[in-house]
């Protein structure tokens, strides 16, 4: 079965078809810049690399050209060919606890919670219609990003602010990142052969999120209402005092959308170094010295083990820890120096094996109270195995 998944952007869609008997991508790609001058799309796998410039006004241009090059390559040899299409979805609101097939109800859902993701519900909902238009008979899903987070108790999800602004407007935390939480809570139970693990998963990237996950169930969540809470990101600053917008609005002279966009954009890695947002630069600074960069990952080290140590409260101990997305999968110093922070909890790292990317492994000593895991992230297979699991 050959099955898609789909995460569009404001001005982007991605790609990925899976032959879903081997779980191995056959094709994937990008399209960029779409509505924007100078848009351009890029087609690759194992064989061939395809970057070219093409005219791309909206989303409908962009699924048409996809769907008549995967024939023209002859990756597929008849659109009837496309088992099923699978859309990932920041946004679900509290109404999808999971994923579903996508309907015109559905559709009406993403556009009403485009208020807590105005950047990426509204063009999932274009990306699917035009999908929709071109393949009215194939069957689609939506993963949400925020479904798996939505076992989290009450008592751990709501703020305490005036309890009105969540039956008004469903103030809460939401989370994100939870299609990668899950998968890497699925791969470590197939991995131990256990479901009724306790773990820690630490997606580290550009963005970065801490879940705590007992017997494959969310119990809690670094980021918040928005994915502005919790770790220290690349440009994100992660969790603040929010009395410090009015004080530096005024100190400023800048608007709350102002401070908004310093918080989203100018914040994080990239704030505090005054570098750059990209932890491999991050790195080579400190390396090379740079006291703003050593700063900054030291404050990104405290962020995450600040969590880390809550959550072990929280779930009652921990079996895994495991470390997924950009940072966490590659960076040996980083693992390292957060889980030095942890040994008065009896978590220890094997140095050697720590030295490794790429591939799910065991990177704890045989004396850790914890293990501690590598394990690579593939949101675009989860979300095509959902999608294979609701058609069927
Ligand atoms: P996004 O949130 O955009 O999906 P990624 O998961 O791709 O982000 O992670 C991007 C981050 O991963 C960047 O900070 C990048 O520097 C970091 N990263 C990628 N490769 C390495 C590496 N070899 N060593 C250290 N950090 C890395």
Not at 159 to 176: D, F, I, L, M, S
Not at 237 to 254: A, C, R, T
Not at 296 to 323: H, P, R, T, W
Request: charged content about 25%; some cysteine.
């Amino acid at each position: 079965m050959k099955i898609m998944s789909i995460n569009a952007g404001s001005s982007s869609l991605k790609f990925s078809l899976f032959d879903m008997d081997t779980e191995n991508v056959l094709v994937s790609g990008l399209f960029e810049r779409i509505g924007i001058e100078g848009s351009c799309y890029t087609i690759k796998n194992s064989e061939f690399k395809i970057k070219q410039d093409a005219e791309l006004n909206n989303h409908s241009d962009a699924v048409k050209i996809l769907l008549d090059k995967l024939i023209e390559l002859k990756i597929i040899n008849s659109l009837e060919e496309l088992d099923g299409i699978g859309h990932r979805i920041v946004h679900g609101g509290d109404k999808y606890t999971d994923s579903v097939v996508v309907s015109d109800q559905v559709v009406e859902d993403i556009i009403r919670f485009s208020d807590y993701a105005p950047l990426h519900n509204p063009a999932h909902a274009v990306c699917i219609k035009a999908f929709r238009e071109v393949l009215p008979n194939t069957p689609m899903t939506v993963v949400f990003d925020t479904a798996f987070h939505q076992t989290i108790a009450k008592d751990r999800y709501l703020y305490a602010v005036p309890y009105e602004w969540y039956e008004k407007h469903h103030v809460r935390k939401y989370g994100a990142h939870g299609t990668s939480h899950r998968y890497i809570a699925k791969k470590l139970a197939e991995e131990l052969g256990r479901d009724d693990l306790k773990i820690i998963c630490c997606h580290l990237g550009n963005g970065s999120s801490i879940s705590a996950i007992k017997d494959g169930k969310c119990v809690d969540t670094s980021m918040g209402f928005t994915p502005l809470a919790g770790v220290v990101m690349g440009t994100r600053s992660g969790d603040i005092d929010v009395s410090l917008v009015p004080y530096v609005m005024e100190k400023e002279g800048k608007s709350v959308g102002e401070i908004m966009d310093c918080l989203n954009k100018k914040s994080g890695f990239l704030g505090i170094s005054e570098l750059s947002s990209d932890s491999r630069d991050i790195e080579n600074a400190v390396k090379e010295g740079n006291e703003q960069a050593a700063l900054a990952q030291k404050m990104f080290v405290n962020s995450v083990v600040k969590y880390i140590s809550q959550y072990y409260v929280e779930l009652g101990g921990c079996d895994v820890i495991a470390f997924t997305a950009g940072i966490g999968e590659n960076s040996a110093a980083t693992r390292l120096e957060i889980i030095e922070e942890l040994a008065c909890l009896g978590i220890k790292l094997d140095v050697e094996a720590n030295n490794v990317r790429g591939e799910v492994r065991c990177l704890s000593s045989s004396d850790s109270t914890s293990m501690v895991y590598l394990v690579p992230t593939n949101e675009e297979l989860m979300i095509a195995m959902d999608t294979l699991a609701l058609i069927k």
